[in-house]
């Protein structure tokens, strides 16, 4: 098979694209706790729109489960609703349920560390991992602006780390492999 870079246009869009979602990434570290509030309100409105969608299906469709899907449609409408209202309250209670999962989460792992079935570098493995998770989870709940700016920080990585590699994809010109122009068959 002959290789051939990728088309031009498609290697300025990843360029393009990766310059920009690395200039929204810096944005977002910039102020990685409204990024992570502005994420919430995104969602929520998302929400909204499964909401009305799952009243439409409970209206228009026959059968038992019509006025389930009308209801459960109601109840997204009214927590995407309060969501919209106060993302700031939401991203809060979201960010205090996660540290409490967490937080039993490392218990759990220090408990199962603990239990005899492990030992040596695993034991102590599973030990500092349930730790780390447990003071992570209290330095949450104790500022849960913290926590906020923390999940804001790894979505802003994440999407640095996305944006350098579609603008080096873009500038490398993946090959792209042309099916039936074997040299050698």
Not at 8 to 22: E, F, K, N, V
Not at 154 to 159: D, E, F, H, Q, R
Request: no cysteine; net charge positive; glycine share 12%.
């Amino acid at each position: 098979m002959l290789s051939q870079k990728s088309p031009s246009w498609l290697r300025a869009a990843q360029i393009g694209l990766g310059a920009l979602i690395i200039v929204l990434s810096l944005f977002a570290l910039a102020s990685p706790a409204i990024t992570y509030i502005s994420i919430i309100l995104i969602l929520a409105i998302v929400l909204f729109f499964v909401g009305i969608e799952e009243i439409l299906v409970g209206i228009f469709s026959p059968g038992k489960s019509r006025w389930a899907n009308i209801g459960l449609g109601v109840l997204v409408l009214i927590f995407a609703g309060l969501a919209i209202s106060y993302p700031a309250t939401t991203a809060l209670i979201i960010i205090i349920f996660i540290a409490v999962a967490f937080l039993i989460n490392g218990i759990a792992r220090i408990i199962e560390g603990f239990s005899g079935k492990h030992s040596g570098a695993s034991r102590a493995f599973l030990v500092g991992v349930g730790a780390l998770a447990i003071a992570l989870s209290i330095a949450v709940l104790v500022s849960p602006f913290f926590g906020a700016a923390l999940a804001g920080i790894v979505i802003a990585v994440g999407l640095l780390i996305t944006g350098i590699q579609m603008v080096v994809a873009g500038f490398r010109g993946r090959k792209v492999s042309v099916p039936g122009t074997a040299v050698n068959r």
